[in-house]
């Protein structure tokens, strides 16, 4: 008997080793796929022009003013320059974390801004709001309430709109609405704190 537990234990040793191997070597197969695919939702062409129209490359910025904002804004992803067809610096695209979580956790945007600061464009990388609630934030008619805004003033979800920057809150998905609009504050923040008013080509 104790030799059957004993060769059960072993067998069963010698399983969960291989499953372990096999889990290491896809994991390793597939990184890079998971790095490209991640990559993809924030460079490109097609990002660039959504972000910043009129922009054919969205291309790494300054490592060292990334890596510093990165240490003083901890929901701070990353930070592109925006280029024409002939290499002009036309606008950049600041990719955020909402500071304000949705229904269901961390909105991220890549919020495109022109070099006088006026919002240009908006991609979703990613969120997992409720679908046909909060996943509307992902509707041009709601994304454009911030297109061609001035980057001065933050963004306030008000229930009736009487200034410039507020925003109405989307029906029944208000965490949702306030979340999205926290991610585009925190974009604009960047903006006037490192970018606004600087020759950053």
């Not at 896809?26 to 990002?47: C, R, Y």
């Not at 070099?115 to 509707?139: A, F, M, Q, Y």
């Not at 911030?146 to 998905?173: L, P």
Request: proline share 2%.
């Amino acid at each position: 008997m104790k030799n059957e537990t004993l060769k059960l234990g072993l067998i069963l040793f010698i399983i969960s080793a291989v499953a372990a191997l096999l889990l290491a070597f896809t994991n390793d197969l597939t990184k890079d796929t998971i790095k490209k695919a991640t990559e993809a939702e924030s460079s490109g062409p097609e990002v660039a022009n959504i972000v910043v129209p009129g922009a054919a490359s969205i291309e790494t910025f300054d490592e060292g003013l990334v890596e510093r904002i990165k240490l003083e804004n901890e929901k701070f992803v990353d930070l592109r320059q925006c280029k024409d067809e002939n290499g002009k610096l036309i606008g950049y695209g600041i990719s955020t974390k909402s500071p304000v979580k949705g229904y269901a956790g961390d909105i991220e945007i890549i919020l495109g801004l022109s070099l006088d600061g006026k919002i240009t464009g908006i991609k979703i990388v990613s969120h997992g709001e409720t679908p046909g609630l909060g996943s509307n934030i992902e509707k041009a008619s709601f994304k454009n309430k911030f297109i061609g805004k001035n980057s001065t003033e933050q963004f306030t979800v008000a229930k009736v709109v009487n200034k410039e920057n507020d925003i109405e809150a989307i029906g029944g998905a208000t965490f949702s609405t306030k979340s999205f609009t926290s991610a585009v504050n925190n974009a604009i923040e960047i903006y006037n704190k490192y970018l606004a008013g600087g020759n950053h080509e």
